[in-house]
């Protein structure tokens, strides 16, 4: 099992910043990829931003160079850096755990989830 806990998220206005902390606790050895999705009132979750073991990073288009996902291994802890906020970045944003190998922007192949955290933009 892997425990996964969001902080960070807030209201701010367009433009601005912030930056979301996903600490992960349990059988961290056994992930393979972190990743951050996202998930607005009425719509389906929506894949925002992978960081793989390797170090390799993959962001959705809409959030492709304002945003920047991050890990310090030391501290077990993840973070999404959020620049140029835009309204339509407003949602409940959710960390999240995979064991294997496969697509990164599909929820359904992640095994672990953290509570969510919301994030409001005002224009």
């Known amino acids: 099992q892997v425990q996964l806990v969001e902080s960070g998220g807030g209201l701010v206005q367009a433009g601005g910043s912030l930056r979301l902390s996903c600490a992960a606790s349990?059988?961290?050895?056994?992930?393979?990829?972190m990743g951050w999705f996202r998930q607005a009132p009425g719509k389906e979750r929506e894949f925002v931003a992978a960081?793989?073991?390797?170090?390799?990073?993959t962001y959705a288009d809409s959030v492709k160079g304002r945003f920047t996902i991050s890990g310090d291994n030391a501290k077990n802890t993840v973070y999404l850096q959020m620049n140029t906020l835009k309204p339509e970045d407003t949602a409940v944003y959710y960390c999240s755990s995979k064991r294997f190998i496969g697509i990164l922007t599909d929820p359904n192949q992640y095994n672990y989830w953290g509570q969510g955290t919301q994030v409001t933009v005002s224009s």
């Open positions: 349990g059988r961290t050895f056994i992930t393979y990829a």
């Open positions: 960081l793989i073991r390797t170090a390799t990073t």
